[in-house]
């Protein structure tokens, strides 16, 4: 290569990159590059140049730990030092992907991308998260909520680390088996979207993991973390975020699944569009079935892209004995796979067999629904008035929404709550005794009954995020503001596009 030579003749190469951001097809916007096709002009310290930083001064005693030759950039930590070594650079995204080729020449070598944000505080010298690429494994590290947490690093320090913060911190960090050859070339690709980090090599999936420390909102620094020893060449950070002016143009795309038994779908559908389009910047699509039985399915769920195009999915059908699990799984896989949804009223009661009036245990065949919507319902009172009140007042959901009583609704039991569900609004409901019951016993008392009917679940690998309430069977509660700005609520959350306040973020207040 003609860099090599010129190289090889002693001849000073010097190729610093500072331009305005580009677009790269397909794959966000362009933030920096470096192919390190420089040379240095001493060799008795770290000299990368292109707004690099090394930690050699400080960690190693001066001594060159970096050095760039034959157009790429060799790191190796020096005898002499007491950390790794950590070669960074400012790069500031929300959602962001690193590229670099990268050769491992020793088995115990490794290459650490860490992500970071010297901004935050509450954590160690602003780690967020990692991804370490091994001879035979990935592993990928939530660090913002596991190891580098401030109290956290204090109490492992102090060795007061409690057995269940302990055992938290488990769940903080997930490893994948991959074997890499020695001395080879790879490519390498670190994405990160919300709160999912994901890798590739070679262009090929390796591994992804969800944790809330990777949703941090903006990771401000790169730092290439090594160990031993690593090669490195043409880096490439790319920001996934998207432009101001089109991200404040761009209606959330809701897709609305509506229709079965026992509810006038017709009118709740254009109610919910009404007031979900109303509140924020959104485009809601209404897929309605006229069938008005408990078997109803819905066409769009037979391709296995169904949620294609959708940025989250509102659940408002009501298919009791529809049963068939090839069915039920395409409609879950899209939620597996990090399409939120927001869930209504006999969503809750849909697509269940086998022993459902029990509690089923999680795993079991017929759990696969629940699973999704966090909480195990089988049954509802008579139509009474339900006080709704907050038991998490402080959840944006619910933040500043005051308490009310429905008119005539159905409460919703609760036979099972899974873990990862979060109760926020709780039914109070006192059903008069009927006609029946006096008959039988004039003396007959009024029945009390409670019930969790809002709340949020984490669900599958990826912790995609539901949003569910029970209420909704009348008319006249769905086209109740009050009731509206639950729902809408819910679905910012579920999207991540509330602040704490409640409130929509900027890009999709109502237009």
Same mark, same amino acid.
């Given at each position: 290569m003609l860099k090599h030579f010129l190289a090889a003749a002693g001849l000073l190469l010097v190729s610093v990159r500072l331009f305005s951001p580009v677009m790269a097809d397909d794959q966000g916007t362009l933030i920096f590059e470096d192919n390190f096709?420089?040379?240095?002009?001493?060799?008795?310290?770290?000299?990368?140049?292109?707004?690099?930083?090394?930690?050699?001064?400080?960690?190693?005693?001066?001594?060159?730990?970096?050095?760039?030759?034959?157009?790429?950039?060799?790191?190796?930590?020096?005898?002499a030092a007491d950390h790794a070594v950590s070669v960074t650079h400012p790069a500031e995204f929300c959602d962001g992907r690193v590229e670099m080729k990268f050769m491992l020449e020793n088995k115990s070598d490794s290459l650490g991308l860490n992500f970071a944000d010297l901004e935050y505080k509450q954590v160690w010298a602003g780690h967020l998260f990692k991804v370490i690429v091994g001879v035979e494994q990935v592993e990928l590290v939530d660090l913002k909520t596991g190891a580098m947490d401030l109290k956290t690093r204090e109490a492992r320090t102090a060795n007061t680390l409690t057995k269940q913060r302990?055992?938290?911190?488990?769940?903080?960090?997930?490893?994948?088996?991959?074997?890499?050859?020695?001395?080879?070339?790879y490519t390498v690709a670190a994405t990160v979207r919300g709160d999912t980090l994901s890798v590739a090599i070679d262009g090929k999936p390796?591994?992804?993991?969800?944790?809330?420390?990777?949703?941090?909102?903006?990771?401000?620094?790169?730092?290439?973390?090594?160990?031993?020893?690593?090669?490195?060449?043409?880096?490439?950070?790319?920001?996934?975020?998207?432009?101001?002016?089109?991200?404040?143009?761009?209606?959330?795309?809701?897709?609305?699944?509506?229709?079965?038994?026992?509810?006038?779908y017709a009118t709740q559908t254009q109610l919910l569009k009404e007031g979900i389009e109303k509140r924020m910047n959104a485009r809601v699509t209404v897929e309605l079935s006229t069938s008005t039985t408990?078997?109803?399915?819905?066409?769009?769920?037979?391709?296995?892209? +169904?949620?294609?195009? @959708?940025?989250?999915?509102?659940?408002?059908?009501? =298919?009791?004995?529809?049963?068939? &699990?090839?069915?039920?799984?395409?409609?879950?896989?899209?939620?597996?796979?990090?399409?939120?949804?927001?869930?209504?009223?006999?969503?809750?009661?849909?697509?269940?067999?086998?022993?459902?009036?029990?509690?089923?245990?999680?795993?079991?065949?017929?759990?696969?629904?629940?699973?999704?919507?966090?909480?195990?319902s089988t049954a509802h009172g008579a139509k009474s008035p339900i006080d709704i009140i907050f038991s998490d007042a402080t959840h944006?959901?619910?933040?500043?929404?005051?308490?009310?009583?429905?008119?005539?609704?159905?409460l919703y039991n609760n036979i099972s709550v899974y873990s990862g569900t979060t109760a926020l609004v709780n039914g109070n409901q006192l059903t008069p005794p009927n006609k029946k019951e006096l008959q039988q016993n004039p003396n007959s008392q009024a029945k009390q009954a409670s019930a969790v009917v809002? +709340?949020?679940?984490? @669900?599958?690998?990826?912790?995609?995020?539901?949003? =569910?309430?029970?209420?909704?069977? &009348?008319?006249?509660?769905?086209?109740?503001?009050?009731?509206?700005?639950?729902?809408?609520?819910?679905?910012?959350?579920?999207?991540?596009?509330?602040?704490?306040?409640?409130?929509?973020?900027?890009?999709?207040?109502?237009?």
């Open positions: 096709d420089r040379n240095e002009s001493q060799e008795l310290t770290d000299e990368v140049g292109n707004g690099w930083g090394t930690n050699s001064k400080s960690r190693a005693g001066g001594n060159k730990q970096v050095d760039l030759r034959d157009g790429a950039m060799h790191i190796t930590m020096h005898a302990a055992d938290e911190l488990k769940t903080k960090s997930k490893k994948f088996s991959h074997k890499l050859e020695m001395g080879k070339w390796i591994a992804s993991f969800a944790s809330e420390g990777m949703a941090h909102p903006t990771k401000r620094m790169l730092r290439l973390s090594i160990p031993k020893s690593v090669v490195v060449d043409d880096l490439k950070i790319f920001s996934l975020d998207k432009p101001a002016a089109e991200e404040a143009n761009t209606p959330l795309r809701v897709l609305l699944v509506a229709g079965g038994c026992c509810h006038d408990t078997e109803t399915t819905f066409a769009i769920y037979n391709s296995d892209d +169904w949620a294609k195009g @959708y940025d989250v999915v509102i659940h408002d059908e009501c =298919s009791a004995n529809v049963t068939e &699990q090839p069915y039920i799984d395409r409609i879950l896989a899209a939620h597996r796979m990090g399409t939120p949804a927001v869930n209504l009223h006999c969503a809750m009661h849909s697509y269940r067999w086998g022993e459902f009036r029990s509690p089923v245990a999680v795993n079991a065949e017929n759990a696969r629904w629940y699973e999704m919507i966090g909480v195990q944006p959901i619910t933040k500043g929404l005051a308490p009310w009583t429905t008119i005539d609704e159905e809002a +709340w949020t679940n984490l @669900y599958g690998p990826s912790k995609t995020r539901i949003f =569910s309430t029970s209420l909704g069977h &009348q008319n006249e509660t769905v086209a109740d503001a009050k009731y509206m700005d639950l729902v809408v609520r819910g679905l910012l959350w579920a999207t991540d596009h509330i602040t704490e306040d409640g409130k929509p973020t900027p890009a999709y207040v109502s237009r």
